[in-house]
């Protein structure tokens, strides 16, 4: 129970906070163009963006960048159950598992790389 009195619930809870009210911001606001499914992307933009003016502007505090890299090592565990099903399916494609393989590439390594390298770069 160590571990508890260590946490900087403060930060936790301002980093959940803020991750959250870009995304259901952005939700609300794509809702009403009628394109919900837009609203994750244009979260995810728009707080990189206020992210980088922040950081522009001043310093993001040490305690919100250490909160982050630590739901980011956390949230690994989340594609589990993507990457079990991903295996299932692939057992069943046959012929097709090599363009299945590049289309997972494409539309997951490469933007999340991409993504490693601005947020390294600009944060």
């Known amino acids: 129970m160590q571990w508890i009195r260590t946490i900087d619930w403060p930060a936790w809870i301002g980093t959940l906070i803020l991750i959250i009210g870009f995304r259901e911001g952005c939700v609300w606001i794509t809702t009403q163009?009628?394109?919900?499914?837009l609203g994750n992307l244009m979260g995810?933009?728009?707080?990189?963006?206020?992210?980088?003016?922040?950081?522009k502007?001043?310093?993001i505090p040490s305690r919100v960048v250490d909160t982050n890299n630590k739901i980011m090592k956390e949230s690994a565990f989340a594609f589990l159950p993507?990457?079990?099903?991903?295996?299932l399916m692939m057992a069943h494609m046959g012929k097709e598992i090599p363009l299945f393989l590049l289309v997972?590439?494409?539309?997951?390594?490469?933007?999340?790389?991409?993504?490693?390298?601005?947020?390294?770069r600009w944060l």
């Open 33 to 37: 163009f009628n394109h919900p499914e």
């Open 44 to 55: 995810l933009l728009s707080l990189l963006i206020v992210l980088v003016i922040w950081r």
């Open 57 to 59: 502007v001043g310093k």
């Open 82 to 87: 993507i990457s079990a099903g991903s295996l």
């Open 104 to 120: 997972l590439f494409v539309s997951t390594l490469i933007p999340l790389w991409l993504y490693a390298k601005i947020a390294k």
